[in-house]
């Protein structure tokens, strides 16, 4: 079993691949549906909403609201604070 500190460290590689970076502020940021729908991310995370929520708490990402949702929420961004480790 994978601890909360191992998802969000994969959490954070996830956005990075998937996210999109900010010339201006160099933060990557994502949509939520992007991250909910993708493929790999079903594989690794079995609930991301919860990992997401532990990884807000932690400031790794910010995102509006406190929990998200797919349908109602895919085009709320999910902006990754802290950079992923390097392997």
């Known amino acids: 079993m994978v601890n909360v500190d191992q998802e969000i460290e994969l959490l954070k590689r996830?956005?990075?691949?998937?996210?999109?970076?900010?010339?201006?502020?160099?933060?990557?940021?994502?949509?939520?549906?992007?991250l909910v729908r993708d493929d790999d991310c079903a594989n690794i995370f079995e609930a991301i909403v919860g990992t997401l929520r532990a990884a807000k708490k932690r400031k790794v990402v910010a995102f509006d609201g406190e929990i998200l949702m797919q349908g109602p929420h895919d085009n709320v961004d999910v902006v990754l604070l802290q950079p992923a480790a390097s392997s």
């Open 14 to 34: 996830e956005i990075t691949r998937l996210g999109t970076k900010d010339p201006a502020t160099g933060t990557i940021c994502v949509k939520f549906g992007k």
